[in-house]
Structures are given as C-alpha cells and as structure tokens.
C-alpha cells in the first residue's frame, strides 16, 4: 500500500508532503511531527513512542466497541427486505450521495472514494468494515409508510450522531 501526509503552518510558511511505501502506518506523522518541533526550534518529543501509545489506546477503544456491538447484537434477525432492495442512491444535502450496491450477500457502500462493506448485524442494521478492518459503526435504513426503504443512516464518526441519507434512485 501507499500513504500520504499533507500539513500546513501558515503562520509560520510551513508545510510539507510525506510519502511512504506502506499503508495504515503512523511513520508520516511522526515524521512531520519530528520536523516541524526541528524547524521551529522546540523541545524534542519522543514521537514514536506518544503516537504508540496513542495508538494502543485506539485499540482498546476499538476492542471495547466491537465487545459492546456484540453485546447489543439481537441474534437471529433478519432483513425486513429482500437485500436487493436496499440498493441505490442515497442524498444528504450536505453529505452528499451515498451509493449502495449488492455483493453477494452484503452490501457495499461508495461514498467520497470511500468503499465500505456492510454485512448483516441485525433487523436493518449493517456493521460497517472499511479497508478490511471492522471500523466499529452501523448503518441502518429506514422506510416510508408503505414499507419501502427510502432512507440510510451513518454515524461516520462515532462523536456526532448519525447523519440521514434519503433514497434518490
């Protein structure tokens, strides 16, 4: 895989691009970070070992979540629609337009060059997994009076809640 970091300091006419031969690695950061405490002539920090830290603590957090999905899962479930009928287009005004399509028996979801795989967690609930992890967030559609899907909504950051998309096609 391949990574980028881009970061600016205005303030100071700074900025700098890191590139690196691997993926889901923290090296850019650190070594960005390391630079600009350089350039800007502050007290060394020990990078690798903060953001090791921080890291392990994303861990726990993320093992944390996935214990409490699996807390919270009602067993047994099952879509309320056949699984086709959970695809097409869903708008958020200012979100912009997720599309949902159907892989087997999953779903897959495109949404600003994002591709996210949803599998069944329970009643119209998905589990999301981006990038082959399992990223610890759901999404659910809803539907209109006549029973029909016609919205999905995606907690894309687990600080804010859930933002609505309404089926467009």
Do not use: C
């Amino acid at each position: 895989g391949f990574s980028s970091y881009t970061s600016f300091l205005p303030q100071e006419n700074m900025g700098m691009v890191i590139l690196t031969n691997m993926d889901s690695t923290s090296l850019p950061f650190v070594i960005a970070y390391s630079l600009y405490d350089k350039m800007l002539g502050l007290k060394k920090v020990n990078w690798i070992q903060r953001i090791k830290k921080e890291d392990k603590n994303e861990k726990k957090e993320s093992m944390d979540k996935k214990k409490k999905l699996a807390k919270d899962r009602k067993k047994g479930t099952r879509l309320s629609h056949p699984i086709q009928e959970y695809t097409g287009e869903f708008e958020n005004p200012g979100y912009g337009i997720v599309t949902v399509k159907q892989i087997g028996k999953n779903l897959v979801m495109s949404y600003n060059l994002r591709t996210i795989q949803a599998g069944h967690y329970h009643y119209d609930t998905f589990l999301l997994k981006e990038r082959r992890e399992d990223v610890g967030r759901t999404a659910a559609f809803g539907m209109d009076l006549q029973g029909k899907i016609n919205s999905l909504s995606i907690a894309f950051d687990p600080t804010i809640k859930e933002i609505k998309f309404n089926k467009i096609g």
